[in-house]
């Protein structure tokens, strides 16, 4: 069984950086799709980025431009870079890992667009969240 344990949270001030990562133990990364969601109290999750077995990314608009997703296969994790931090980049950030990736491709009136789900039946481990706290 997969087991994920995310580390790296902090609280720093706007316009830092932070490189959250996701140590996973009983299967390597490199074979699968992993993906970092986020949640604030009450809220639902929110899909940041996934990077799936073959190293394509994805990142949401929210943070397109701030965060790059990777695997460190030397240490059989899951990184999350993020720069320019915003006091909205405030949340629990969680880490998942499945067979199957959860970006889905969604078309309205003929413009279409991609969303990172948080589909529980394609992200079957999840890690416990570590916290991200950005003050102004």
């Known amino acids: 069984q997969v087991q994920l344990v995310e580390s790296g949270g902090r609280s720093v001030q706007s316009c830092e950086f932070l490189t959250p990562s996701c140590v996973a133990s009983?299967?390597?990364?490199?074979?699968?799709?992993m993906a970092w969601f986020r949640q604030n109290p009450g809220n639902d999750l929110v899909g940041v980025a996934q990077?799936?077995?073959?190293?394509?990314?994805f990142v949401a608009d929210s943070v397109t431009g701030r965060i790059t997703v990777s695997k460190d296969n030397s240490k059989n994790a899951l990184v999350l870079e993020m720069n320019s931090l915003k006091p909205e980049d405030t949340a629990m950030y969680y880490c998942?890992?499945?067979?199957?990736?959860?970006?889905?491709?969604?078309?309205?009136?003929?413009?279409?667009?991609?969303?990172?789900?948080?589909?529980?039946?394609?992200?079957?481990?999840w890690g416990q969240g570590t916290l991200v706290t950005i003050s102004s």
């Open positions: 009983g299967y390597t990364v490199s074979s699968l799709c």
């Open positions: 998942a890992a499945g067979s199957g990736c959860g970006v889905r491709t969604y078309c309205t009136g003929g413009v279409c667009s991609q969303r990172l789900d948080a589909a529980s039946d394609v992200y079957g481990a």
């Open positions: 990077i799936d077995s073959d190293g394509q990314t």
